[in-house]
C-alpha cells in the first residue's frame, strides 16, 4: 500500500452536508447497530495492548450482530510505515479477528476533517489563534514560573476579526466552555468528571490547514457511525476534550469503554523489557491463534472462575460489565499453558501444517513421505509440547538426515557397552512384526535374555533413534519411523557411523 495514495473512505459531499448525515449515520445511528472500531496508529507494530483492545471490540460487536470497522490512523507521515501496516493487518488476520467494510485511513480524510472545522468556525464553536510558536513558549515560560498548568490562556478568543495578523497563518482552535464540567459516563471507570476549566482550546486545525488528531478521531468516528468506543484508559482525558467536538457539532455521544493498561508482573505498565512483543512474533514463537484470543479476553474480563473460553463461547458471553477495573498483570507461563491446552485439541492436520512452517523458517522442506510420518507421530507428540516450537524441536528426529547428529547429553549414553547392546536390539527387532505392540514385546523379551533392565534397552534405542535423550515413547518411535530407517539409524551407531556428537 502506498502511504501517499489518497483514499476516499465516504464519498466527496458539500460543506455542511456531512456533517448532518453522513454515510452509515442512518444505517448505523438510526437503527441502532452497534458498531464498534479499532483504530491503532501504524508507528510501530500491534502489540499486546492493542490487540486486546482490538479483540475487546470484535467481540462485543460480534455478540450484538453489530459491524467492527479497522481504521488506520496514519496521520503522523513521519513515523508512519508500511511495514507496520502491514504488521498490524496480519496480526489481526492471525487472531482471527475479521473487519467488515473496507480498511479506513484516517489520511485520506484530512479535506472531510477540515470541513468540520470550518462549520465549528461558521457556528461560532471555533476561531483563528494568530499566537506565533515565541508567543506561546513566552506564556508557558510564566505559566511555569507561577507554578500553573501548562494551557493555552485563550489570547485570540474573542479577538475582533480586525486583529487578524495578515503575515502570520492562523490556527483554529475549539471554543470550549469555561464553567461546569464534562462527564464521560463510561462503562468501565464508571462517571469520570473534567472540570471544563482545565480543558483548554486545543488546536482543530494546524496552521498549515491539516486537522489534528483529536478532530480526526471525533470526525471519523462520527462518519463511520461508531456507537461504542472501546479503548485503552490513557484516552480518558482525550475523551473529555472529544466532547467539546461532539456538542458543538450536535453529534450523539457513543458509549465509553475505557480498559485498564496493561502491566507487567511488576506490576509496572508493561513494556518491552517484560518480554512485550508484536503480536506477529507470539506467532512465530508457536502460539495458536485460539489461544492468544482465549489469553487476551482473560487480561481484564472475567466469567465467573472459567479460565478456557473458545472464541464461540466468548462471543455469547462478552459484555462490558464484566471488564474490571484494575490493570491485569501479563503472565506468559499462563498463556503457555492455555496453548498447550489448545494444542491438544488442535486436529493433527493443523499442528502439521504449524510444524512444517517452523521447520520452513530452518531452511528445512517438510517432504510429503516426511508428513505423513510427522502425522503418525502427532497423537504423542502434542501431549508434551505447548507451542509449536516445542512440537517441532520434538519432531526433529523424523526429519533427521543419516548419520544423526548426537547432541551431548545421548554421547554420554552411547557408550561402548550401550552399543553392544544396540547390536542385539537390530536382531531382535529385525524379525520383529513392526507394531507399537510387537515391538515393544520385542525389546522386553530381549532385555529379560540379556539380562538387563528395559531402561538400559531403552535409553541407548532413544539416543540412537533422535540423536537426543529424550523423546516421545521409543515404541512410537520406532513405529512412525518405521522398520527401513529406524534398523538403519540403530546400525548406525553400531558400526560406528554416527560417532560424531554434535
Known amino acids: 500500500?502506498?502511504?501517499?495514495?489518497?483514499?476516499?473512505?465516504?464519498?466527496?459531499?458539500?460543506?455542511?452536508?456531512?456533517?448532518?448525515?453522513?454515510?452509515?449515520?442512518?444505517h448505523a445511528r438510526q437503527n441502532m447497530k452497534i458498531v464498534t472500531r479499532f483504530a491503532p496508529s501504524p508507528t510501530g507494530f500491534l502489540h499486546i495492548g492493542g490487540a486486546r483492545t482490538a479483540l475487546f471490540n470484535?467481540?462485543?460487536?460480534?455478540?450484538?450482530?453489530?459491524?467492527?470497522?479497522?481504521?488506520?490512523?496514519?496521520?503522523?507521515?513521519?513515523?508512519?510505515?508500511?511495514?507496520?501496516?502491514?504488521?498490524?493487518?496480519?496480526?489481526?488476520?492471525?487472531?482471527?479477528?475479521?473487519?467488515?467494510?473496507?480498511?479506513i485511513y484516517q489520511f485520506s480524510r484530512a479535506q472531510r476533517h477540515?470541513?468540520?472545522?470550518?462549520?465549528?468556525?461558521?457556528?461560532?464553536?471555533?476561531?483563528?489563534?494568530?499566537?506565533?510558536?515565541?508567543?506561546?513558549?513566552?506564556?508557558?515560560?510564566?505559566?511555569?514560573?507561577?507554578n500553573l498548568p501548562i494551557r493555552y490562556d485563550g489570547r485570540w478568543r474573542d479577538a475582533p476579526a480586525s486583529d487578524r495578523r495578515p503575515n502570520v497563518?492562523?490556527?483554529?482552535?475549539?471554543?470550549?466552555?469555561?464553567?461546569?464540567?464534562?462527564?464521560?459516563?463510561?462503562?468501565?471507570?464508571?462517571?469520570?468528571?473534567?472540570?471544563?476549566?482545565?480543558?483548554?482550546?486545543?488546536?482543530?486545525?494546524?496552521?498549515?490547514?491539516?486537522?489534528?488528531?483529536?478532530?480526526?478521531?471525533?470526525?471519523?468516528?462520527?462518519?463511520?457511525?461508531?456507537?461504542h468506543i472501546i479503548r485503552g484508559d490513557d484516552h480518558l482525558t482525550n475523551a473529555a476534550r472529544q466532547r467539546q467536538i461532539i456538542d458543538a457539532m450536535g453529534w450523539p455521544e457513543p458509549v465509553y469503554a475505557h480498559l485498564p493498561l496493561l502491566h507487567g508482573e511488576d506490576g509496572q505498565k508493561l513494556s518491552k523489557r517484560h518480554g512485550a512483543l508484536g503480536i506477529h512474533e507470539y506467532q512465530h514463537l508457536g502460539y495458536l491463534p485460539e489461544a492468544m484470543r482465549n489469553y487476551l479476553l482473560r487480561l481484564g474480563w472475567s466469567h465467573g472462575d472459567d479460565e478456557i473460553i473458545p472464541t464461540s463461547q466468548a462471543i455469547s458471553w462478552f459484555n462490558l460489565?464484566?471488564?474490571?477495573?484494575?490493570?491485569?498483570?501479563?503472565?506468559?507461563?499462563?498463556?503457555?499453558?492455555?496453548?498447550?491446552?489448545?494444542?491438544?485439541?488442535?486436529?493433527?492436520?493443523?499442528?502439521?501444517?504449524?510444524?512444517?512452517?517452523?521447520?520452513?523458517?530452518?531452511?528445512?522442506?517438510?517432504?510429503?513421505?516426511?508428513?505423513?510420518?510427522?502425522?503418525?507421530?502427532?497423537?504423542?507428540?502434542?501431549?508434551?509440547?505447548?507451542?509449536?516450537?516445542?512440537?517441532?524441536?520434538?519432531?526433529?528426529?523424523?526429519?533427521?538426515?543419516?548419520?544423526?547428529?548426537?547432541?551431548?547429553?545421548?554421547?554420554?549414553?552411547?557408550?561402548?557397552?550401550?552399543?553392544?547392546?544396540?547390536?542385539?536390539?537390530?536382531?531382535?527387532?529385525?524379525s520383529s512384526p513392526w507394531t507399537v505392540?510387537?515391538?515393544?514385546?520385542?525389546?522386553k523379551a530381549f532385555a529379560e535374555k540379556a539380562g538387563l533392565k528395559l531402561g538400559l534397552a531403552a535409553q541407548p534405542l532413544r539416543a540412537a533413534l533422535t540423536g537426543k535423550s529424550t523423546s516421545p515413547g521409543i515404541f512410537d518411535v520406532l513405529f512412525v519411523l518405521g522398520r527401513e530407517e529406524s534398523l538403519a539409524r540403530i546400525k548406525d551407531q553400531v558400526t560406528g557411523d554416527g560417532l560424531n556428537p554434535r
Not at 8 to 16: D, E, I, L, T
Not at 17 to 23: F, K, M
Not at 64 to 78: A, K, Y
Not at 220 to 226: A, I, L, T, W
Open 114 to 146: 477540515a470541513e468540520v472545522a470550518q462549520h465549528l468556525l461558521a457556528k461560532g464553536h471555533a476561531y483563528h489563534c494568530y499566537a506565533t510558536p515565541e508567543e506561546l513558549e513566552e506564556m508557558r515560560e510564566k505559566q511555569r514560573a507561577a
Open 58 to 103: 470484535w467481540l462485543y460487536s460480534r455478540r450484538h450482530e453489530g459491524v467492527f470497522r479497522l481504521r488506520i490512523e496514519d496521520t503522523d507521515r513521519q513515523r508512519s510505515t508500511n511495514e507496520a501496516i502491514e504488521a498490524i493487518l496480519d496480526g489481526l488476520r492471525w487472531l482471527g479477528l475479521d473487519w467488515d467494510d473496507e480498511v
Open 169 to 227: 497563518p492562523p490556527v483554529v482552535r475549539i471554543k470550549a466552555p469555561r464553567s461546569g464540567e464534562t462527564i464521560i459516563r463510561d462503562k468501565v471507570q464508571g462517571d469520570v468528571r473534567f472540570s471544563n476549566d482545565v480543558l483548554d482550546d486545543f488546536v482543530l486545525l494546524r496552521s498549515d490547514g491539516t486537522p489534528t488528531y483529536m478532530l480526526s478521531v471525533v470526525v471519523d468516528d462520527f462518519d463511520m457511525g461508531v456507537t
Open 437 to 443: 505392540e510387537a515391538l515393544e514385546a520385542a525389546t
Open 1 to 26: 500500500m502506498n502511504l501517499g495514495a489518497v483514499r476516499h473512505a465516504f464519498p466527496p459531499v458539500r460543506h455542511g452536508q456531512a456533517a448532518t448525515r453522513p454515510l452509515g449515520y442512518k
Open 321 to 430: 460489565e464484566n471488564i474490571g477495573r484494575s490493570p491485569s498483570r501479563v503472565d506468559f507461563k499462563k498463556l503457555e499453558n492455555l496453548n498447550g491446552h489448545y494444542m491438544r485439541l488442535e486436529r493433527d492436520e493443523v499442528l502439521a501444517d504449524g510444524v512444517a512452517a517452523q521447520m520452513a523458517r530452518g531452511g528445512v522442506t517438510v517432504s510429503a513421505p516426511e508428513r505423513a510420518r510427522l502425522l503418525l507421530a502427532m497423537p504423542g507428540l502434542k501431549e508434551r509440547a505447548k507451542t509449536l516450537v516445542e512440537l517441532a524441536a520434538s519432531a526433529s528426529y523424523l526429519f533427521a538426515r543419516r548419520p544423526l547428529a548426537i547432541d551431548a547429553a545421548a554421547a554420554k549414553i552411547l557408550t561402548p557397552e550401550a552399543r553392544k547392546v544396540l547390536g542385539g536390539l537390530h536382531d531382535a527387532l529385525s
